[in-house]
């Protein structure tokens, strides 16, 4: 059986992701498949050869029940192509 606590990133997790610069723009976002209460998420944002110098990746973690739906946790950064970049 699975653990409640346990959640799939499938139903809680949308990833909002705006261009800063012109349309057209390509990049590769991932984000993992489960998320633990209380442990650190990562996502990774991969800027490919005809993306903009620029990212603003905007996430959100939802829990959706009952057909609603409650933001549990919010977090956007700006990713630079060529540069490591971690948030929190």
């Known amino acids: 059986m699975r653990n409640p606590r346990l959640l799939s990133a499938a139903h809680l997790l949308s ?3 705006v261009a800063v610069a012109a349309h057209g723009s390509r990049f590769l976002v991932t984000v993992p498949g489960i998320i ?3 442990a650190n998420m990562t996502i990774g944002v991969e800027l490919l ?29 700006v990713f630079n192509r060529g ?6």
């Not at 050869?49 to 973690?61: E, G, H």
């Not at 540069?83 to 929190?88: D, G």
């Open 15 to 17: 990833v909002c992701v």
């Open 36 to 38: 633990r209460p209380g």
């Open 49 to 77: 050869q005809n993306s903009p110098p620029q990212v603003l990746v905007k996430a959100r973690v939802l829990k959706i029940a009952s057909n609603r739906s409650t933001t549990v946790l919010e977090a956007e950064g």
């Open 83 to 88: 540069k490591i970049r971690c948030t929190v």
